[in-house]
């Protein structure tokens, strides 16, 4: 098959809570109506199906074959999309006694338009923040890092993966690109605190380091019944000089754009970082 130098990108933004099949609809509503409009490419949040009082609920952790792979799976398959779900809860079991899921991962799962489920990957650097009369959060008690640098290549595409708090860690994207990636993913729940302060910024940069294009599916909103939980919004889809071409603001909804793979040549080729580098 080959190559397509342009297709059409579709971000969602959402504002999961713990309601798993509402969170599933939602979902749905929003790549029904970017498909209509022509997404070839669905990418949704951190935490898509679940996001509630506890970062990460390991009860409804399952398997990458488990029952919510495989709904994604059919979505895919029957709009022949290919589906970047930002991140589901992962088993993790230790031992080989009882099956009591102690831990989680934090996964990013990919879907071709045939429904395989062709690429993982799981959250290397996990938010552990206490800020100041504001919001504790330990993503390490429930979630294990992971360990593999993931890059998804495709005939649209070559897709380097990572999952929000890792947007603060330049090593990772330096090594995206350096495997090939092309169009970079950040899905994530980014905190309205933090968000406010840096996620704009983090994202430009790496999009500008990386002469890649940078599509950040966001959850936005408050998503449990205490409040404790409010994440910024601001779905973003970034060209590789750093241009934001679509923010999707504080809405549920989706931003759509036309990615082209000629664009990361052209800038790539105009000013050569990569062979300028000397460390």
């Known amino acids: 098959m080959s190559e397509l130098t342009s297709f059409k990108v579709a971000c969602l933004q959402m504002s999961s809570n713990?309601?798993?099949?509402?969170?599933?609809?939602?979902?749905?509503r929003l790549a029904l109506q970017a498909i209509q409009k022509g997404a070839q490419c669905i990418c949704t949040p951190e935490n898509t199906f679940y996001l509630g009082g506890q970062f990460h609920k390991v009860s409804l952790a399952e398997s990458l074959d488990?029952?919510?792979?495989?709904?994604?799976?059919?979505?895919?398959?029957?709009?022949?999309?290919?589906?970047?779900?930002?991140?589901?809860?992962?088993e993790h079991f230790r031992g080989t006694g009882e099956r009591n899921v102690l831990q989680c991962y934090n996964t990013s799962i990919?879907?071709?338009?045939?429904?395989?489920?062709?690429?993982?990957?799981?959250?290397?650097?996990?938010?552990?923040?206490d800020i100041p009369n504001g919001l504790r959060i330990a993503e390490s008690d429930r979630v294990i890092p992971g360990e593999d640098v993931v890059v998804v290549p495709t005939d649209i595409g070559n897709f380097g993966l990572s999952i929000c708090y890792d947007l603060r860690f330049p090593e990772l994207y330096r090594s995206l690109q350096a495997k090939g990636a092309n169009i970079i993913l950040v899905?994530?729940?980014?905190?309205?605190?933090?968000?406010?302060?840096?996620?704009?910024?983090?994202?430009?940069?790496?999009?500008?380091?990386?002469?890649?294009?940078?599509?950040?599916?966001?959850?936005t909103g408050i998503h449990?019944?205490?409040?404790k939980?409010?994440?910024?919004g601001h779905a973003l889809i970034i060209d590789p000089w750093g241009r934001v071409v679509e923010?999707?603001?504080?809405?549920?909804?989706f931003i759509i754009a036309?990615?082209?793979?000629?664009?990361?040549?052209?800038?790539?080729?105009?000013?050569?970082v990569e062979h300028h580098r000397r460390l």
């Open 66 to 90: 488990g029952p919510m792979s495989q709904r994604c799976s059919q979505f895919a398959k029957k709009h022949a999309v290919f589906l970047f779900i930002g991140s589901i809860a992962e």
């Open 224 to 227: 449990d019944k205490e409040g």
């Open 258 to 272: 036309d990615i082209s793979i000629d664009t990361v040549s052209e800038i790539r080729q105009s000013m050569p």
């Open 247 to 253: 923010d999707a603001h504080k809405e549920v909804g």
């Open 110 to 129: 990919v879907f071709n338009p045939e429904g395989t489920r062709i690429a993982q990957y799981r959250k290397i650097h996990l938010f552990d923040v």
């Open 18 to 28: 713990e309601d798993v099949e509402h969170n599933w609809q939602t979902f749905e």
């Open 187 to 219: 899905p994530a729940a980014f905190t309205d605190h933090t968000g406010q302060a840096h996620w704009h910024t983090l994202l430009r940069a790496r999009a500008i380091e990386t002469q890649s294009w940078v599509v950040a599916a966001a959850q």
């Open 229 to 232: 939980r409010h994440s910024y």
